[in-house]
């Protein structure tokens, strides 16, 4: 773990951490990154407008910019500072990479989303389970039966992320997300993976599974890898990403995100 967001990213941009982030600056925020050409941007950003809960839009850059508001993060670039990128091409994952620098064009700009990993410290206060970070793992995802609200060429299914929670906290549990609309706020499902079309949650698309232990119940919240499933179902012809769990860590605290 690191003191704050500036220690990890340094970490990150050296190459001394590359795997997944969550848990890794505790108090600080983390956000999903997407990466498009210009001429693809606006059509995206509608995009976000209209899913808030899976994109919720932090900051945009400006075309051929690789760093964020200073508000967000001061000195950072979003070509080093994640620890894994995924480019797609016409609907295909090409590549994973550790920096964009060879990539990087004067065209493209980048999307800071909200991310869950940033409530995870609440959820811990208030004495409920984050089980992928008691296992050291990444958080479990997958990609649901629900479908976005098109913008443009965008459009696929919703994805979410799952957190084991005992009975008895659920409530509790939705009180404290609610509290983040920035980064993704309340479950969109409670139990019942099924009726998201989730066959097996041992399975997780992307991240690890987690154990779930007697009397616990499958708590799903929108996730900021949603963009990457639509790149695949819509065949968007360029894409980078986070790689699903490697975030963006900023310099702004997580309770400057909560709403009340």
């Known amino acids: 773990m690191f003191e704050n967001g500036r220690e990890a990213r340094e970490a990150i941009r050296e190459g001394r951490w590359t795997g997944p982030t969550a848990g890794l600056a505790p ?6 990154l997407v990466i498009l050409p210009e001429k693809l941007a606006f059509d995206f950003l509608r995009f976000c407008i209209r899913n808030p809960k899976p994109c919720p839009l ?12 200073r508000s967000w993060a001061a000195d950072a670039d979003l070509r080093t500072d994640l620890p894994r990128y995924r480019l797609y ?10 920096n964009l620098l060879d990539l990087w064009r004067e065209d493209l700009v980048a999307f800071l989303l909200g991310c869950s990993f ?16 008691a296992c050291g793992c990444n958080v479990p995802m997958y990609r649901t039966n629900r479908l976005t609200r098109a913008a443009g060429p965008f459009h ?8 084991p929670i005992p009975a008895a906290q ?17 479950p969109v499902h409670i139990g019942e993976p099924e009726a998201l079309g989730i066959a097996d949650l041992g399975r997780p698309d992307y991240g ?11 708590v799903f919240w929108a996730c900021g ?14 894409m980078i990403t986070h790689a699903p769990g490697h975030m963006f860590i900023t310099d702004r605290l997580d309770e400057h995100l909560a709403a009340f």
Not at 27 to 32: E, I, L, R, S
Not at 156 to 163: A, E, T, W, Y
Not at 208 to 218: A, L
């Open 208 to 218: 690890d599974p987690v154990p779930i232990e007697p009397g616990e119940v499958p």
């Open 27 to 32: 108090g600080y925020t983390q956000a999903n």
């Open 118 to 133: 940033t409530f995870e410290r609440a959820l811990q206060s208030a004495g409920l389970p984050v089980r992928h970070l």
């Open 58 to 69: 932090l900051d945009v850059t400006s075309p051929g910019s690789p760093h964020p508001d």
């Open 156 to 163: 696929g299914p919703l994805v979410v992320s799952m957190r």
């Open 89 to 98: 091409r016409d609907g295909q994952l090409v590549a994973e990479l550790s």
């Open 170 to 186: 659920v409530a509790q549990a939705v009180q404290i997300t609610a509290r983040y609309p920035a980064v993704h706020g309340a």
């Open 225 to 238: 890898v949603t963009p990457q499933a639509v790149a695949l179902a819509a065949r968007i012809p360029y």
